[in-house]
C-alpha cells in the first residue's frame, strides 16, 4: 500500500472508532498500535511511552487544567444567572433586548470561562426560559444561547487556542488576543440579528403581548454591583498576560484563585463539598483532556512513522492550487469535520498535517487560528455531535431539537460571513496581537 492510502485507511478506521463511542483518548490510541504493530511490527511500540510521557510534561500544559479550574468555579455558582439579569436589566428598553443581553452574557462568561458547552449551560438555565415566557419564538430563544455559547472557545481563556498553540508551537499569548476582535464583532453580528428578528417577530403585537419588563437606575446599577467581580476577573487575566506581569500558566493560576475566591465570597461555597464538585469536575474534564493530548502524541508519531503526515502535506503541495482555493478547500473539509468531531480531536489529529501546508503557502498560523476556531464553533452548533444543541435542549426539554437547530442556522450563516471577512481583512485577527505584541 502507499503511504496514501494507509492514511485514507487510517482515516476511515479513526472515524469508525470514534464512532463507535470509545472515548477519544483509547480511540486514538487503539488505533495507533494497531496500524503500527501491523506496518511496522511490536518493536515500534517501544517508544510509546516516553512518548506519551514527554508530551505531558510540557509546562505549558499547566494552564488548561488551571483554566479548567477557573471555568469549574465559576460554572457551579449562579454567576450565570447574575451576569444574565444585569445585562438584561441594561438593555430593557431595547428591541430585542433580552435575546441580546443573553448574547453578551454569553461573551462576558466566555471571557471567564473558556468552555462552549458550561457557557450555553450558564446562561441558558435561567435565560432561555426567562424568553420563553417574555413571547421570545423558540427558535431565537435557544438558538441565539447555542450560538453565544460557541463564544467560549475563541473569546480568551479558550481551551481550544491552548491546544492549537501546543499542536503549532505558536505563542498562545498571541492566540488569545487575536480571538479577541473577532470575538467581539460575532457578539455584535450576533445582537444585529436578534434585534431584526425580535422586530419583525413584535409587528403586529400589543404592549400588554409584549410583556417588556422595567428597571430604574438604582435596580440597574445593583445588578452591575454583582458583576462587577467578574469584570474585575476578566481585567486581572488581561492586564496580567499583556501587560508583561505573568506568563499565560502564572495568568491561569491567578484567575482560578481569583475565581475560587469569588464564588467562596459571593455565593457562599466555602463547603466541603462545593469545593469537592468544582474539584471534581475540575479533574475530570483535565484528565480527559490531558489524556487525549498524550494519546494524539501517540496518534501523531504513528502518522508520522508511516510516513503519512509528510506524503498527505506534500501531495496538497504538489495539487499546486492557488493558495485560497486551498484555503477553501480546508475550510470546507473543517466544516465537515467539525460537524462529526469534537474540536479537541480535530486540532490535535489535523494540525500536523496542515501546518507545514499552511507554511509553505505562507499564511499565518495565529490567523488561521481564528479561521480554525470558528469552523469548530460551527460544529459545536450543527449535528451529529453538535454539542451545544444538546446542551440547549436539556436546558429547554419542552422545545424540539429541530426548532433548536432551525433557531442556529442563522447565526452558522453569519459565523460563515465573519470567516469569509478574515480572509478578506486579516488584520481584523492580527492587528491586536501586532499593537500588543510587536509584529510576529
Not at 478506521?13 to 511490536?42: E, K, Y
Not at 493560576?253 to 475560587?260: E, G, K, M, Q, T
Request: hydrophobic share 55%; with cysteine; net charge neutral.
Amino acid at each position: 500500500m502507499t503511504e496514501l492510502q494507509i492514511g485514507l485507511l487510517i482515516v476511515v478506521v479513526t472515524l469508525g472508532v470514534l464512532f463507535s463511542g470509545l472515548p477519544i483518548a483509547w480511540g486514538l490510541t487503539l488505533v495507533s498500535i494497531v496500524f503500527l504493530v501491523i506496518f511496522q511490527g511490536p518493536a515500534s511500540l517501544a517508544n510509546l511511552p516516553v512518548l506519551m510521557m514527554d508530551e505531558l510534561s510540557s509546562f505549558a500544559l499547566l494552564t488548561i487544567p488551571l483554566f479548567v479550574l477557573l471555568g469549574a468555579a465559576i460554572g457551579v455558582s449562579a454567576a450565570g444567572k447574575d451576569i444574565y439579569e444585569s445585562m438584561h436589566r441594561w438593555l430593557d428598553r431595547v428591541p430585542g433586548g433580552l435575546v441580546i443581553a443573553n448574547i453578551l452574557a454569553c461573551g462576558l462568561f466566555s471571557a471567564i470561562c473558556g468552555s462552549s458547552p458550561a457557557t450555553a449551560a450558564a446562561i441558558g438555565k435561567p435565560g432561555v426560559p426567562e424568553m420563553l415566557k417574555r413571547g421570545v419564538p423558540a427558535a431565537l430563544a435557544t438558538g441565539s444561547i447555542c450560538a453565544g455559547g460557541t463564544l467560549g472557545i475563541l473569546i480568551p481563556p479558550s481551551i481550544t487556542m491552548i491546544l492549537y498553540g501546543l499542536a503549532t508551537e505558536t505563542s498562545i499569548g498571541r492566540l488569545f488576543l487575536a480571538g479577541v476582535i473577532p470575538g467581539a464583532l460575532l457578539v455584535v453580528f450576533f445582537s444585529i440579528y436578534s434585534w431584526f428578528a425580535t422586530i419583525r417577530h413584535q409587528k403586529g403585537l400589543t404592549a400588554e403581548q409584549l410583556d417588556t419588563p422595567r428597571y430604574t437606575l438604582s435596580e440597574k446599577f445593583e445588578g452591575l454591583r454583582r458583576v462587577s467581580p467578574f469584570l474585575a476577573i476578566v481585567v486581572a487575566i488581561a492586564y496580567s498576560m499583556y501587560g508583561g506581569i505573568a506568563t499565560p500558566s502564572e495568568v491561569a493560576a491567578i484567575s482560578a484563585a481569583l475565581a475560587l475566591a469569588l464564588v467562596m465570597v459571593v455565593y457562599k461555597a466555602w463547603r466541603v463539598q462545593d469545593q469537592w464538585h468544582i474539584f471534581r469536575e475540575t479533574l475530570r474534564e483535565s484528565t480527559m483532556i490531558l489524556m487525549i493530548i498524550g494519546a494524539s502524541a501517540i496518534f501523531s508519531y504513528m502518522m508520522s512513522l508511516l510516513y503519512v503526515t509528510q506524503t498527505a502535506a506534500q501531495a496538497l503541495v504538489d495539487m499546486n492550487l492557488s493558495p485560497w482555493l486551498l484555503m477553501l478547500a480546508i475550510n470546507v473539509f473543517l466544516l465537515v469535520a467539525g460537524c462529526f468531531l469534537p474540536p479537541v480531536a480535530i486540532i490535535l489529529m489535523v494540525m500536523p498535517v496542515l501546518t507545514p501546508v499552511l507554511e509553505a503557502n505562507n499564511f499565518d498560523l495565529i490567523w488561521f487560528a481564528v479561521i480554525l476556531t470558528i469552523n469548530l464553533e460551527v460544529g459545536l452548533i450543527t449535528p451529529p455531535v453538535g454539542l451545544n444543541l444538546y446542551v440547549l435542549k436539556g436546558v429547554a426539554p419542552q422545545v424540539p431539537l429541530t426548532t433548536v437547530l432551525k433557531g442556529s442556522l442563522p447565526f452558522v450563516i453569519i459565523m460563515i460571513l465573519e470567516i469569509v471577512l478574515l480572509a478578506i481583512f486579516p488584520e481584523i485577527a492580527l492587528w491586536l496581537p501586532n499593537q500588543a505584541m510587536g509584529a510576529g
